[in-house]
């Protein structure tokens, strides 16, 4: 009866080890995920580097992002802004206007729209016109920093206004060199 019982408890202190050296192996594998997690979220806040940008139409709030595209609150007043530079302009302000406008384009952009800009811009001069564009459309894709814009654009010549034209325009924004670029702005034809 002795060695029977024994038996038993070695038995039990057999699947007692057991039990303990699975518990461990699994206590170990979840450790070392936590070391993994910490670490990750570690390199994560050391190097967060975000970038405060004002946008040119709301100058109260500031918006922060890192990477090369702010989220879509920020792409969209981005973009309202290059739309007021380039399309809500007159034969006064034209000038200074699209010159900041081009202080924002990338390099492989700025001869494109310099000849698009000319062509408005003699076109404004002639008459003393002016021009305002109303967003009637936005739809921003913060994933490759598209924003799509429908609107009507009015001319005025003085105290004649021309009928609206609808437009489409197609901008993107991105971030090079942690500076702010307007690398696309076409019309979209109808």
Sequence with gaps: MDIKKQQDQRKVLASAMIILLVITFFSSLVSIYLVY??????????????????????????????????????????ALSFLVLRL????QNIETSHDILLSYT?????????????????SLRIDNGASV????????SPTNGIVDVVGDLEFYYGIKKIQPIK????????????????????????
């Design 37 to 78: 997690q910490n670490s990750k979220l570690f390199d994560d806040l050391r190097n967060n580097k975000q970038t405060i940008v004002r946008p040119l139409v709301d100058l109260e709030n500031g918006y922060s992002f890192y990477g090369v595209r702010g989220d879509a609150r920020y792409l969209r007043a981005m």
């Design 88 to 91: 809500n302009v007159s034969a």
């Design 106 to 122: 990338s390099d492989e952009l700025r001869p494109k729209l310099i000849e698009a800009l000319s062509k408005e811009k003699k």
């Design 133 to 140: 564009f109303y967003v009637r459309d936005l739809k921003v």
């Design 167 to 190: 437009k489409h325009y197609q901008l993107r924004i991105e971030m090079r060199n942690s500076q702010l670029k307007l690398t696309d702005f076409v019309e979209i034809p109808e």
